[in-house]
Every structure is written in C-alpha cells, then in structure tokens.
C-alpha cells in the first residue's frame, strides 16, 4: 500500500519560512518523480516544485529563488524549504510521486501566512 505523508505546515508570518517533508513508503522512492503542489480556496491545484530521480529540479515562477525542493533517497523523504513567505503562498500543499504516468498523492498539508 503506497503512503505519502506531509508534515510541517502550519501559520507563519510574512517573510517567515517553514519546512515541509513527505515522507512516503510501499514505493521503490528513488526512481520516482516527486513533486509538490499547492491549491488554495477557490483555484486549481498548480506545481510547486518537483525534482527527479536524478535531482534535476524545476519550480514554479512564483517561488523560484524563494522554495528549494530536495529529496533523501535513504529516508524516503522529500522536502520543502519555503522561506519569504506570502500570505499568497497560503494553501493546502500536496506531495505527489509520479512514475510512467502512475500517480501517488498525499492528503495535504495547510500552510498559512498571515499576521
């Protein structure tokens, strides 16, 4: 049975920073696609970041120079570092391994950014 699990979300204020971590288990984690999303109230769910079983990385415009997405192939573990925070980063942030199409998707975890 494949799990992915978020943890790390939570309220933070403007320019704060926070830490997300997907740990996932019942896949082979290395050879998978990893990514993150996000979807706030009322829109679509968009990418994040994702990064490769080989590393490679790719971002969203609105968070390149702001999120680094990294992953430990040993821990079975992918991570978000989201620093300078907006309150228009607020939304719920989904993990998802992707593989030849196949999709896995955590249950989310919401991040706010408010004072």
């Known amino acids: 049975q494949v799990q992915l699990v978020e943890s790390g979300g939570g309220l933070v204020q403007p320019g704060g920073s926070l830490r997300l971590s997907c740990a996932a288990s019942?896949?082979?984690?290395?050879?998978?696609?990893m990514g993150w999303y996000r979807q706030a109230p009322g829109k679509e769910r968009e990418l994040v970041a994702g990064?490769?079983?080989?590393?490679?990385?790719n971002y969203a415009d609105s968070v390149k120079g702001r999120f680094t997405i990294s992953r430990d192939n040993a821990k079975k573990t992918v991570y978000l570092q989201m620093n300078s925070l907006k309150p228009e980063d607020t939304a719920v942030y989904y993990c998802?391994?992707?593989?030849?199409?196949?999709?896995?998707w955590g249950q989310g975890t919401q991040v706010t950014v408010s004072s």
């Open positions: 990064i490769t079983s080989g590393g490679s990385t």
């Open positions: 998802q391994a992707e593989k030849n199409n196949y999709y896995y």
């Open positions: 019942g896949i082979i984690f290395s050879i998978y696609t």
